[in-house]
């Protein structure tokens, strides 16, 4: 039985949110077999491929989507070819769809319908990089099971969630979308969002789709949909364990990535698609292109057209052609041509229907397209308190200075201001849905509906994002010096971090840090707000503001968050999930990196570092402070000495030694000190989230065995080696006490 939650977690989220986490429930894969077997039986050529075929409605996002049937649609459907719509959204406009499908096609075949539900349908959620911050994949998974019955409610079958890329270059959009750069706290995200999602896929659960597959994270200079080159044994040791993660979790679906790697573009590699996939990890479900990802190899010079781009897709086991039209304009003749066996576009359709069946769609195909449901589920109370309790457990505490946090309860006035502080667009993030701004509660609203009768909360918004004007530096000015503390709303908007929002700068856009530096001249304390899809470089807010706490983006509850964290409603407990560089100029900088000949040394000259910058990031991984403090003490092992056959626990005392109760992530990391090849300095191994009162210790036992030790060694077998070992444990990948053992054959 899986261990969800903490105790005392859990009776938090029964009582707030009445959520409770549900083992999936395995079908029958015999009966299932053979339904899929009659249907195929029945099909011809034509409406076999028709199932491999998705499209898309170009409606867009907001709140506030309608759109009707094209006529070329319905008979498409009508005839068998579209198997799957995405971005066809709401019960009474998929049951169209549907009614189509199974009442007037000769089959009678359900579609499915997918959507990119990322961190929220209509209520938002922090998006991933936000949701990792919290380290607990209970907290994720609830998100994830609040996100599919919005979802569900609305006729959506499919969720291309979770991204589960690794990312260590921050100035890649999409490093929002994950769960950032290390792949033992990605694996843990990954398979969170995927039982989050699917759960026992009763009508109120959607199917979960691993994207980006594989190393899409990697794309050279930080680039959206750039080239991806790195070793086998990088790939395997780091980039591939979340997919794997995410498939062993039950996903149902993949997404194979608009990248090459090693050469080849994912949507056309067997390699990826057949050797690991399903050979080596025995997937069972099916893989979906990304948007016209098959027909942009030609662009790859992979493929000499969309026909020869269709023929190497499906032959490499790619089953579902998202948008390129690759499939029903060019499969037939190929298999005419004997280019394509008809067996295997049987196999991909076998894949498909199997799906259809799971998900109850051939049984009652408008289970999920019920309009009284969608009514009731859609921006539930229940829904928005687990958004708000995501929130708030996703905020990083960076900086408090003199402890000026938490804030006091008897300010008489409180500016807030900045460009995000009364702003309810940036904070639902990008892939926001069909989230409206209407319902964000910003940052200046949350702090109103926080504060009593005696508190007076002035605003100014300073200046824009991103935008030379300072005009409104003078009224900001005025209003911070009327006030007994400033409250700085900076960071980037939704539309600068996430698909092809590449940034080669990671400072504040604008003249944002130009405004904190004026309201620092009226002596007044600041306390920084940061929203942000990624790691900035934000040295001088580090440098002169009293506090910085890191809320990404938020989602539909924002400010009531932010007020509730700043306040000390809830003490602060997140920890980073990426390192923060001091200048772009660092990136790729990341923890669990390889040692050189030459480590850096500053006092030497010819070692490996800058020369205009320390050796250290601004925030190392894993870094996030408390309105309390923790000490680490007993640091011991069982043993030091351990075989393939044994274990050896780490135990260490944690004590709150501040003035509030609070959380503590301990952290577990381990050094090969020597191997078949180079490995990295650290790897986290283990985490554990506790809750400590005033005052109390706990005792944190952490087990390492043999297969912890493991990775892709020299002959390229994923094994581990004897040999010494250093073990690290602490509050982050940098403040840690360490030991050593060894591992004997």
């Known amino acids: 039985m899986r261990k969800y939650f903490l105790i005392l977690f859990t009776i938090l989220l029964f009582a707030v949110t009445g959520f409770v986490p549900t083992p999936q429930q395995n079908s029958s894969e015999e009966t299932i077999a053979e339904r899929v077997d009659s249907v195929l039986a029945l099909m011809t050529l034509e409406e076999k491929i028709g199932q491999l075929n998705q499209l898309s409605f170009g409606i867009g996002w907001g709140p506030t989507v309608k759109v009707s049937v094209p006529d070329e649609y319905k008979q498409q459907i009508r005839e068998g070819k579209i198997g ?16 189509v499908a199974v009442q007037e096609s000769r089959l009678k075949i359900p579609l499915i319908f997918g959507l990119d539900v990322i961190h929220g349908f209509k209520t938002t959620f922090p998006v991933p990089l936000g949701e990792a911050a919290t380290w607990q994949p209970e907290i994720v998974e ?132 057949n050797d690991i996939l399903r050979e080596e990890w025995g997937f069972k479900g099916f893989v979906v292109s990304d948007w016209n990802s098959i027909g942009e190899m030609i662009n790859h010079g992979y493929a000499s057209d969309l026909k020869h781009a269709g023929e190497i897709s499906l032959n490499a086991g790619l089953d579902m052609d998202m948008e390129s039209r690759s499939y029903i304009t060019h499969l037939k003749q190929l298999v005419e041509e004997d280019k394509v066996d008809e067996d295997v576009i049987d196999e991909s359709v076998r894949r498909i229907l199997r799906i259809k069946f799971m998900l109850g769609l051939f049984d009652d195909p408008f289970r999920y397209c019920q309009k009284e449901r969608e009514e009731k589920n859609i921006m539930t109370s229940d829904i928005k308190i687990a958004s708000l309790e995501v929130a708030k457990r996703s905020f990083v505490l960076l900086k408090n200075d003199k402890n000026i946090l938490p804030l006091k309860k008897d300010y008489k006035k409180i500016a ?29 609203e949350g702090f109103k509906n926080y504060v009593d009768k005696k508190t007076q909360v002035l605003y100014s918004e300073g200046c824009k994002i991103d935008d030379p004007s300072t005009k409104g530096f003078k009224d900001a000015v005025n209003i911070a010096k ?30 944002q840090e130009d405004l904190a530096k004026e309201l620092l001249k009226t002596g007044k304390p600041i306390i920084v707000v940061l929203m942000n899809g990624r790691p900035m470089s934000i040295n001088w807010l580090n440098d002169n503001a009293n506090a910085i706490l890191e809320t990404w983006f938020a989602g539909t509850m924002t400010g009531d968050a932010i007020a509730k964290v700043l306040f000390g409603d809830y003490n602060p407990s997140g920890k980073l999930p990426v390192t923060f560089p001091r200048t772009v100029g660092q990136v790729p900088i990341y923890y669990n990196h390889k040692n050189t000949g030459r480590p850096g040394d500053l006092k030497n000259h010819y070692t490996s570092k800058y020369l205009d910058l320390p050796l250290t990031p601004l925030y190392p991984f894993g870094f996030g402070l408390s309105y309390t403090t923790f000490e680490y003490n007993d640091f011991k092992l069982s043993t030091n000495k351990i075989t393939n056959e044994d274990s050896i626990i780490v135990s260490v005392k944690v004590k709150n030694t501040g003035n509030y109760d609070g959380e503590e ?7 090969d000190l020597v191997g078949s090849v180079t490995r990295p300095v650290k790897e986290l191994k283990g985490f554990k989230k506790i809750m400590l009162k005033r005052g109390e210790e706990k005792t944190m036992d952490f087990t390492i065995h043999e297969k912890d030790l493991r990775f892709t060694a020299a002959d390229m077998k994923f094994k581990s080696e004897p040999g010494l070992f250093k073990v690290f444990v602490g509050t982050n990948s940098v403040d840690l006490k360490e030991s050593q053992f060894e591992l004997v054959e």
């Open 416 to 444: 807030v201001i900045g460009p995000l502080a009364n702003n309810s667009i940036d904070p639902i993030g990008g892939w926001g849905g069909l989230g409206d701004s209407a319902d964000v509660t910003t940052v200046l």
């Open 482 to 511: 009327k006030s007994d503390v400033i409250i700085l709303c900076v960071g980037e908007s939704r539309d600068m971090s996430g698909e092809a929002c590449s940034r080669s700068s990671l400072d504040l856009p604008g003249v």
């Open 665 to 671: 992530v301990v952290q577990l990391y381990v050094q």
């Open 142 to 273: 609830m998100s994830a099971h609040y996100q599919a019955i919005e979802s569900a409610s609305a006729g959506i079958h499919w969720t291309f969630s979770p991204m589960v890329d690794i990312a260590r270059d921050p100035r890649w959009g999409r490093i929002m979308e994950g769960a950032g750069e290390d792949p033992y706290l990605g694996s843990l995200m990954a398979a969170a969002h995927v039982r989050g999602y699917q759960g026992d896929l009763s009508d109120l659960n959607i199917i979960a789709c691993v994207k980006h597959y594989a190393g899409y994270g990697g794309a050279e200079g930080g680039r959206d949909y750039n080239t991806v080159d790195m070793s086998e044994r990088t790939f395997r040791d780091i980039y591939l364990p979340p997919y794997k993660a995410g498939v062993e979790a039950g996903a149902h679906t993949l997404m194979a990535s608009f990248n090459e790697l090693g050469g080849i573009p994912a949507s056309g590699s067997k390699y990826l698609l």
């Open 84 to 99: 799957s719509f995405l971005n066809a959204i709401g019960a009474e406009f998929t049951y169209e769809l549907q009614k």
